[in-house]
């Protein structure tokens, strides 16, 4: 089975950064598409990045401009590179990324969600 697992997140204080990595492993073929949410508590999820291969980084209009997406040399794994943090940046982060894993299998995954807390 396809398994993403997250790191990078943490405690930092506002303006500072962060960088969270969602790596896949298992049988993966391609990916055809990545993006990361987020969800505070109380909140609805929020799309924070997306992008599909060779592709154009879409962010949401509240991170626009302070954060980038990409994808690693490692290419199972991905990047959100998070800068000048403010405290409502503060939830929980998940990667969502689209896998072949054969000619005709296809699914959506979801990482386990790493916290990130901007605070002074």
């Known amino acids: 089975q396809v398994q993403l697992v997250e790191s990078g997140g943490g405690l930092v204080q506002p303006g500072g950064s962060l960088r969270l990595s969602c790596e896949a492993s298992?049988?993966?073929?391609?990916?055809?598409?990545m993006a990361w949410y987020r969800q505070a508590p109380g909140k609805q999820r929020e799309l924070v990045a997306s992008m599909v291969p060779a592709g154009v980084p879409m962010y949401g209009d509240s991170v626009k401009g302070r954060f980038t997406t990409s994808r690693g040399n490692e290419k199972n794994t991905v990047y959100l590179q998070m800068n000048s943090l403010k405290p409502e940046d503060t939830a929980v982060y998940y990667c969502?990324?689209?896998?072949?894993?054969?000619?005709?299998?296809?699914?959506?995954?979801w990482g386990q969600g790493t916290q990130v807390t901007v605070s002074s």
């Open positions: 969502n990324l689209g896998i072949r894993t054969d000619w005709d299998d296809w699914g959506e995954y």
């Open positions: 298992g049988s993966i073929l391609s990916i055809t598409h």
